[in-house]
């Protein structure tokens, strides 16, 4: 990445000046749809709220929140307003929400009201204030557009902490700038140029992530796309997978290796049947993890569609990436190294080394 940094509230507020009409959101729950207009204003909605909770740049907030449009809106909203957002999976335990909130000293946090009395006292053993994220109904479309407290916060990125464990298995916070991520969310869209206006992702991964934050909406966001809303990927929603590509006219996917080996299985017990689904993908994604040469074109074979691989790190989103032209290639790898990292090869010694 280049020195300068591209400030997300900027770009999303232009962006929704020239996008006004165009679809930006799918609530899969309701199949209400949300042009980037409507977006912006739901957004809007949410930072009041939240300046409403005493919410401002010098405040953590933690989040205990499912895969819904709500808990979008709250990360869109920080990420507008600043201040520092910690998402935390809605099926965590009592004792790893302890050790995060030990080691991320939030102000307060946003939960849903079916958070279970065990994890209620996590809070109340370490004197953070709970707020209760409203129903979608409690939030009217009258609300302004911004509030005394949004415009005197100074212009400085918005901070997520969010949790790995990595190549160690051992938890891990690592703590990311937004801005950072909307850039490279805008490289990414350079260098995929074919990504575009037309593409519509599945947003089916956890949203304490940066799988459900980072790859499947601000990418999207960035490319001036859409995305569809879902509760997050089970083995329940694994039958589900290609009917919500048909019913919501999905065209994008980023798939994780055990994913894709599960519908994988999937076609080979229903021997291709859901094949009108297959053809319309235009994009596919592949990461997260390592995936065998084999089961790539196994898949690639069987859905009839090109699965571009990426390596990434948490800590520095993408470093490479395949692309269409590189499926001929005789050794695909993980892709080339994309254009705006830095990259140097050093032995394990540390040693300078040809």
Known sequence: MN???????TDFGALVKTNANNIAVIDSRTEE????AELDNRICQMERFLCSCGFTKNK???SLLPNSLETLLVFLAVAKMGGTLIPQSILSAAPEIRSVLAATNPDFALLTESVSEEIQNEFDRQNISVVNLPSPHEFTSSSPKSTKQQKNLPNESAMLFLQTSG???????MVLEVDR???????WVDFHKELNHDCRFLNYLPHAYLGGLFNLCLIPIAARGSFVITETFSGTSLLSF???VERFDINAIWLVPSILRGLLTLNNRT???REPAYKRIKFAFVGTALIDRRTKEEAEEAFNFNLLENFALSETTFLTSETSEEKFLEDRGVGSVLPYVDLRLKPINGKNEN
């Open 167 to 173: 190549s160690t298995g051992e938890p891990k916070t």
């Open 60 to 62: 953590r907030l933690f």
């Open 181 to 187: 991520l909307w850039e490279a969310a805008l490289a």
């Open 3 to 9: 020195g300068t940094t591209t400030r997300f509230e």
């Open 33 to 36: 749809q949300f042009t980037y």
């Open 242 to 244: 290609w009917n919500d």
């Open 271 to 273: 021997n291709g049947k």
